[in-house]
């Protein structure tokens, strides 16, 4: 029976159209990467290359930087590995032993962990693998000093072929740290997010970093005053989706870049998870989305929902810190926080656009 024709009204304008953000998994390097992975950039995110550096050892790439635009910047207490209590386990392919996170000056405190180099328990393929003895080669693994004399790596040794990695961040997508009985040790402090793409879309985040002065500041700053802390670079290739009712979507249109354009379609996202998080190196969205509306938020709306259709323009972020939510293969890396937002590993956030002036 057809609903009266108030009701139909009444019906339209409870509808609502949404766009949907999502950052997606994350790439993690350190800052101190960043120039070796502009030198490996590739075009397809399946591609691999290699590339030999000025000292002789290589760094690899698979897709590493491309249409990664949107990045965070964190910060964790630095961590190494104990030698007293490493041990390799040749029967389940894993290293055991304890994390010692120096904490604040002279305050380390450790938490058990378990390294696997199964090729299988953690999601993510083995790095190297021209270079890099496979499961069954590996004759032993063991703790391995740095330039500095830090125990922060490793020694992967089989028969034909051995490899060394670096505890931060190449071998943090195999370890499974037992947080439980402290659950914040892994949670990254988020200090900064910033976006790169170009005129054209053609930068990413490596391409931006370490030139950008902001973060050369924040490096900077950290290291005078808080040198027991690490930073850590999360890379994401956000991606977007327009819900124009209930279930229908409109996917893959590029609408937001021909229409709003460069960089402007990338500042949304950014715009949102900086009004959210409020991080203390950034200036520009503190205030998102209340005070003075970007110069693109209208064009936005309209995209999301014409102004002649009654109902609501919404927008949905969704920001992950790893990728534990993935059914195909989990794995965690630590949750973001702020001083004004509790840790979370996924992050929602939900805008009412229709509600702000433009």
């Known amino acids: 029976m057809p609903r009266p024709l ?186 900064y997010i910033g976006i790169s793409t170009g005129e054209e879309g053609q930068r990413d985040f490596a391409d931006r970093l370490w030139n950008h002065e902001k973060v050369r500041e924040i490096a900077g700053i950290i290291q005078r005053d808080a040198p027991n802390l690490q930073i850590y670079v999360f890379g994401y290739q956000a991606r977007y989706v327009i819900e124009t009712r209930p279930g229908a979507f409109i996917q893959n249109s590029n609408m937001l870049e021909t229409q709003i354009g460069m960089p402007a379609f990338a500042k949304v996202l950014e715009a949102a998870l900086i009004g959210h998080f409020q991080p203390t190196y950034n200036d520009e969205f503190k205030d998102f989305p209340h005070g003075k509306p970007p110069k693109w938020l209208g064009q936005l709306k309209e995209i999301v929902r014409p102004s002649y259709d009654p109902g609501k323009a919404l927008l949905s972020v969704v920001l992950v810190s790893d990728n534990r939510h993935n059914p195909e293969g989990a794995w965690a890396f630590g949750r973001f926080y702020t001083e004004h937002t509790a840790p979370t590993d996924l992050c929602t956030i939900t805008i009412d656009l229709s509600a702000i002036v433009t």
């Open 6 to 191: 108030d009701q139909e009204h009444s019906h339209m304008l409870n509808e609502s159209s949404t766009l949907h953000y999502s950052s997606g998994f994350p790439m993690v390097i350190g800052l101190h990467h960043v120039e070796d992975y502009k030198k490996i950039k590739v075009n397809e995110s399946s591609e691999w290359k290699f590339c030999t550096l000025p000292d002789g050892s290589e760094v690899r790439g698979v897709g590493v930087t491309h249409g990664y635009h949107h990045y965070v910047i964190t910060t964790r207490p630095r961590c190494m590995f104990c030698r007293d209590s490493f041990y390799w386990n040749a029967a389940e392919k894993k290293a055991v032993g304890h994390l010692e996170f120096e904490v604040r000056y002279q305050e380390p405190r450790r938490v058990p962990f378990e390294l696997f180099l199964d090729d299988k328990t953690s999601p993510y393929p083995l790095p190297l693998k021209d270079h890099f003895p496979t499961p069954d080669e590996i004759t032993d693994v063991r703790v391995a000093l740095g330039p500095k004399g830090h125990p922060n790596r490793l020694q992967i040794l089989g028969a034909a072929k051995s490899a060394g990695l670096y505890l931060e961040p190449d071998l943090l997508h195999f370890i499974r740290v037992d947080d439980r009985a402290w659950p914040e040790c892994l949670d990254f402090k988020v200090e």
